[in-house]
């Protein structure tokens, strides 16, 4: 069982997030969160995405794991504005996804999860610091970066304790 209320904006940028690497992918469903962790098919990128149930407006899972097509999910999740809400219901009999946004209706045809590629695990590296960063900051820095370079190079300063 899933049934979920989350506002559009942070369903839409969570969707960003995995559709940049992914095309497809398994959603964890479970009482406290949603979560996605994916690979690209090159293995370099990795996305670990949770969305906790104080995230939506209302959440009620009782676990299992449900397969998407990222591109249709966006597009659905696209007719939103940013101050909608999305309804989302599994219909675990049929394996589809209902969706609601603002007297529109969707109903998503989901893949199998065990048709989509294994997800990974999280390497274990000791690393020395964690970041908290603004998403629109690294998207303002990336943008400069484009501009002179297609490569970007993000380090930590322990002595100075900077992030650049």
Known sequence: MFKAIVG??????????????????????NEEELSI??????NVG???LTLEAAAFESYEADGGVIGVNLARL???AGMANSGDL????LDEETRKLHIEI????????LIDPDSIRQEPDIPDLDLAAEIVVEGAQIGRGITAADMVSDHIRLRFDESDEAFY
Do not use: N
Not at 8 to 29: G, N, P, Y
Not at 86 to 89: F, K, N, R
Not at 102 to 109: E, I, K, N, R, V
């Open 46 to 48: 990795m996305v670990d």
């Open 86 to 89: 999305i309804h989302l219901e």
């Open 102 to 109: 603002d007297g529109l209706s969707y109903t998503l045809a």
């Open 8 to 29: 559009a904006s942070t369903f839409q940028d969570a969707l960003d997030s995995v559709s940049v690497l992914v095309d497809e992918c398994k959603i964890r469903l």
């Open 74 to 76: 966006e597009d659905i």
């Open 37 to 42: 962790r994916a690979v690209d098919p090159a």
